[in-house]
């Protein structure tokens, strides 16, 4: 695919995360349900869009899953991170250089398709997490004429273009093994499938969460057959069903929605949050205040935290107060 900054980001013209913005959180107390059907566990907490916020995720019951496979990769809590969706990175493969020095690239994998900048990535010891979206249709990614009309479902609040899918549909699951497959083939160490929450939102396809744990499950499998990392993406009510399969979470803004402690699970087994807050002024000009409320959130002890602005650009802010800029192509 021949990369074109014009097209299109990864999540809308200017502003990847806005819906998120909408967001309203509701609380769900004490509950626990325990349900087995298919073999696999169904979780409930949530019931608004995004970021994980929201009540703390219930336990739910789930087989234990296969072992997984030595070679995969599984970062520790507390792994540093940089996440760039909106650009490519610009890399001189003949003598690559990144800034900022850490430890993981999570980049946009279809903007990278044809790229050279997975292994030159590679070159400098870093490790790449490939995003793209497992539970909605995008126009204009190279799969998108694939995906069948009866299994959209209703537009994503502020994303006209961009419509919930029936994840549970055997063709949208073809779809997604094959994202997967291109991931592999491009080297990818890790995958981070967005949007699988969709039961959470006004879908128009009845989703539930066990379509979502579902999902999950088949990607995880698909990515580790290929030696392969997956992570949870918000969805945090289905945290302790998932937590097994998963090598790492992303969180979008659990510390604005008081919900970190809802990812805790994951450090506790020594697997990263790999954690993003979006505050007023980030990522450059954010007050004490606000870059305080978003380092050190309850329940966010050890994350990986980064702040950024909407847009998921190269610029970052890390809780040490350091601001970097990754190069990219505009």
Not at 96 to 103: A, I, L
Not at 191 to 217: A, E, R
Request: aromatic share 6%; with cysteine.
């Amino acid at each position: 695919m021949e990369f074109n900054a014009k097209s299109r980001s990864p999540r809308g013209k200017t502003s990847r995360l806005s819906r998120r913005q909408r967001i309203v959180l509701s609380a769900v107390v004490g509950v626990v349900v325990i349900v087995a059907i298919l073999g696999l566990g169904l979780g409930l907490g949530l019931k608004n869009r995004g970021g994980g916020g929201g009540p703390a995720a219930t336990a739910t019951s789930s087989p234990s899953p296969a072992p997984i496979p030595s070679a995969i990769w599984e970062p520790k809590a507390g792994t540093s991170w940089q996440i760039i969706l909106n650009s490519v990175l610009d890399i001189d493969p003949e003598s690559p250089s990144v800034e900022p020095d850490v430890e993981v690239y999570d980049i946009d994998m279809f903007m990278h398709q044809n790229t050279q900048v997975i292994p030159s990535l590679h070159k400098l010891g870093k490790k790449v997490i490939c995003y793209f979206s497992a539970g909605s249709y995008e126009p204009n990614r190279p799969d998108s004429d694939r995906f069948p009309q009866k299994d959209m479902g209703r537009v994503l609040d502020g994303w006209p273009d961009e419509k919930w899918i029936n994840i549970s549909s055997p063709a949208i699951l073809q779809i997604m093994a094959g994202r997967v497959e291109i991931a592999s083939r491009m080297g990818c160490d890790g995958i981070d499938p967005d949007n699988v929450d969709g039961y959470q939102n006004d879908n128009d396809l009845d989703l539930t969460s066990l379509d979502s744990i579902g999902l999950m499950t088949f990607l995880a499998d698909e990515a580790h057959k290929r030696n392969m990392s997956i992570g949870l993406k918000n969805a945090g009510d289905i945290v302790k069903t998932m937590l097994p399969r998963m090598q790492f979470a992303v969180n979008e803004q659990c510390a604005e929605y008081k919900a970190c402690s809802i990812f805790s699970p994951f450090v506790r087994a020594d697997k990263p949050v790999f954690h993003i807050e979006y505050p007023d002024g980030a990522p450059f000009r954010i007050g004490a205040t606000e870059k305080d409320e978003s380092c050190n959130a309850p329940g966010a002890k050890d994350f990986s935290t980064v702040l950024k602005s909407l847009d998921l650009s190269g610029e970052v802010q890390f809780c040490d107060g350091r601001k970097q800029t990754t190069k990219t192509f505009q």
